[in-house]
């Protein structure tokens, strides 16, 4: 984080990139981990509110919650995002733009699924083997190593018991470093969408996007028996940045503050 470390210091650069890795934190978690004391975190967190980098949310919830104020947690802002270099933003979408127009609608669609076709071939080996959590988890940790600050586990219970997001795995991506080229083009976040179900051998469902301006990217992984071969289309996928699901879903069901980025690398 290039501008913030030159400007707040590396500590403050750290609780930056500590947030925009795990996504919304309390000031606990992130003192906590970085080794901090509460009046130091505080410090470093006001700092980085009052330059717009990063904001407070009330903490989502899901079941009975008990007594007391909810809990307050920090995300990074747009600003913050920006702080860590996005390179060549500009140039790939002037491309894509060209592309787009020379080529025709369905050109960047088709350029994406190509730029996908790499990172599928060298994830496979990786996420074909244990049960989908397992796979979920080996592929959150291919993503970290190629910077997108993945992490997986079982996605909360939302909705009716048996219902379309009851029950499954839930991948996050807290960083893309091509948010900006993907909120002009979701055809990036939808080619990536694809590429997750035929890894994982199962629908996924795209529920929010850091494109679309959520502060994670959050994908829903269906629990399903793993098949070879090409696997049934996802069901979801975000189009236009906004979500989109079956006729029988309930759009409430999915207000989840989380998001997937783009991999065009």
Known sequence: MKNVGAAEGPTRAQVARLILELGPSTAATLGGRLGLTPAAIRRHLDNLLA???VETRTARTYGNRGR?????????TDAGRSA???????????ALRYLAETGGPGAVAEFARRQLA????RYAPAVAQGNLAHRV???????SADGYAASAGPAPAIGPAGGPLSSGEQLCQHHCPVAHVAAEFPELCEAETEAFS???????????????????????VTCSTHVTGKPEAPETVVRQ?????RADDD?????ITAESGGLLT
């Open 137 to 143: 988890q080996a592929l959150a940790e291919a993503l």
């Open 241 to 245: 940045g906004s979500f989109t699901g």
């Open 251 to 255: 759009p409430a069901a999915f207000d």
């Open 118 to 121: 790499d990172l599928e071939h």
């Open 84 to 94: 860590f270099e996005h390179a060549y933003d500009d140039l790939a979408s002037s």
């Open 198 to 220: 035929r890894l994982l051998g199962t629908p996924v469902q795209r529920l929010a996007t850091i494109a679309h301006g959520d502060g994670i990217c959050t994908t829903h």
């Open 51 to 53: 330059e717009g980098l």
């Open 68 to 76: 007391g104020r909810p809990a307050k947690v920090f995300v990074i």
